[in-house]
């Protein structure tokens, strides 16, 4: 167990709807980054936040966005959904943003789109 | 330009045996973190092992080590001893640390993972 928890484990949806993933990350830990992975793109970074402040951004789509709160908890929102963003969400959370601090991953939360 | 390289789409090994699975980075950075994490069918993402790169020893973390030669910017993990249970995919993964770095925050760079079999 990561101590990273993510809810839902799995969501099915349609195209042209909006979604919420939700990430805890581990005691302590102030940094939460999210991640997707699909069979085409691999692991992509998305976005990443630091004790509530956006801190740097990956490969996201303008249709996607995320925000921490300050109880540390993150939200991935999704919208407009299309079928290519099918894929496992995952979060992960490290103490900072340091180089040698490894980020311990959540679950995922698994996305299909009909 | 890919940061992370794994050459090994898949590799099958015998259980008690040991393993190298290869990892090749690009850096211009002085300062990187690389990491392994192994993904079983189930989905989740589980950290094994870091190597920094002042580390001057290369890291071990029970039956995982990584033979890191930063000469060759290559960071090979090995598994001895194998277990059916390290059937799985591995990622290698790279944190660049410094300027070049400024956009991602950190953020690691995986490779495309290598699936690794054991048989009994």
């Known amino acids: 167990d990561s101590g990273v928890t993510q809810t839902p484990k799995h969501l099915i949806t349609a195209t042209g709807q909006r979604v919420t993933l939700r990430c805890s990350p581990r005691?302590?830990?102030?940094?939460v980054y999210w991640y997707q992975q699909s069979l085409d793109q691999g692991l992509q970074f998305l976005i990443q936040y630091y004790n509530g402040e956006e801190r740097a951004k990956g490969n996201i789509l303008e249709r996607f966005s995320a925000q921490q709160f300050p109880d540390l908890h993150s939200e991935l929102n999704l919208s407009s959904l299309e079928l290519g963003d099918s894929a496992l969400y995952f979060c992960a959370s490290s103490v900072g943003s340091l180089p040698n601090q490894p980020q311990h991953f959540g679950d995922g939360t698994r996305l299909s789109i009909l | 330009a890919q940061k992370i390289t794994q050459t090994q789409p898949g590799m099958f090994v015998q259980e008690k045996e040991a393993v190298t699975l290869d990892c090749t980075y690009d850096t211009s950075d002085p300062s990187y973190g690389l990491f392994w994490y192994k993904q079983p069918s189930s989905g989740e993402m589980i950290f094994l092992i870091y190597?920094?790169?002042?580390?001057?020893q290369n890291a071990t973390e029970g039956r995982y080590s990584l033979n890191f030669q930063k000469a060759r910017k290559s960071a090979n993990l090995v598994i001895s001893a194998s277990q059916l249970g390290d059937s799985a995919m591995y990622f290698c993964?790279?944190?660049?640390?410094?300027?070049?770095?400024?956009?991602?925050?950190?953020?690691?760079?995986f490779g495309k993972g290598t699936s690794l079999l054991v048989t009994p």
């Open positions: 190597q920094g790169s002042y580390d001057q």
């Open positions: 993964a790279m944190r660049e640390g410094g300027s070049s770095n400024s956009n991602s925050g950190y953020a690691l760079n």
């Open positions: 005691s302590g830990d102030l940094s």
